[in-house]
T-cell receptor, first 111, second 111 residues
Framework: DGGITQSPKYLFRKEGQNVTLSCEQN?????MYWYRQDPGQGLRLIYY???????QKGDIAEGYSVSREKKESFPLTVTSAQKNPTAFYLC??????????FGSGTRLTVV | QKEVEQDPGPLSVPEGAIVSLNCTYS??????FMWYRQYSRKGPELLMY????GNKEDGRFTAQVDKSSKYISLFIRDSQPSDSATYLC???????????FGSGTKLNVKP
């Protein structure tokens, strides 16, 4: 079955650490996205990529970094510069005429 | 002004009621409109996907788009407790992959 796989489901980060969230899709979608969702709030766009080796900042890119070396993969690194990283992170992909397909999310907690 | 406005609710209805969820938007270039359902601690799942104006029906769900008023709706007939979730609207312009989301409406269907 085609879909998006996010891992891990739960992640704990110590102060000052960088952590990387994985996102893999087998839908042959060109575009991929990372969103952050805080309790009771909507989705906020962190980064998106419309093609391999190219990506753009979203609305809240500070403290995050991404890479897009393969069409299937779009990992997100939460750096120590992100002062409030505790949130639910969602990866998504889309085709030319399709809606978003979301992954099941990664819940990141600072300990 | 936000690109997409959505009443956050919560909206509480008895089982069997007809539910109406709505979003307004400001960008007349939006042509693709979607509704997502998100259960707590899960990724959003696509419910309805429509192009341009008109109605689309799928089982108990009907999506309506009125581009002249920049207004979209999702109707849920014979609502069930399992429909209790947060509903997100999303939209994008033609030939541009970035989606714009509403903040979500939390729905509670009481048995």
């Amino acid at each position: 079955d085609g879909g998006i796989t996010q891992s891990p489901k739960y992640l704990f980060r110590k102060e000052g650490q960088n952590v990387t969230l994985s996102c893999e899709q087998n839908l042959n979608h060109d575009a991929m996205y990372w969103y952050r969702q805080d309790p009771g709030q909507g989705l906020r766009l962190i980064y998106y990529s419309q093609i391999v080796n190219d990506f753009q900042k979203g609305d809240i890119a500070e403290g995050y970094s991404v890479s897009r070396e393969k069409k299937e993969s779009f990992p997100l690194t939460v750096t120590s510069a992100q002062k409030n990283p505790t949130a639910f992170y969602l990866c998504a992909s889309s085709g030319a005429t399709s809606g978003y397909t979301f992954g099941s999310g990664t819940r990141l907690t600072v300990v | 002004q936000k690109e997409v406005e959505q009443d956050p609710g919560p909206l509480s209805v008895p089982e069997g009621a007809i539910v109406s969820l709505n979003c307004t938007y400001s960008n007349s270039a939006f042509q693709y409109f979607m509704w997502y359902r998100q259960y707590s601690r899960k990724g959003p799942e696509l419910l309805m996907y429509t192009y341009s104006s008109g109605n689309k029906e799928d089982g108990r769900f009907t999506a309506q788009v009125d581009k002249s008023s920049k207004y979209i709706s999702l109707f849920i007939r014979d609502s069930q407790p399992s429909d209790s979730a947060t509903y997100l609207c999303a939209m994008r312009a033609y030939n541009f992959n970035k989606f714009y989301f509403g903040s979500g409406t939390k729905l509670n269907v009481k048995p």
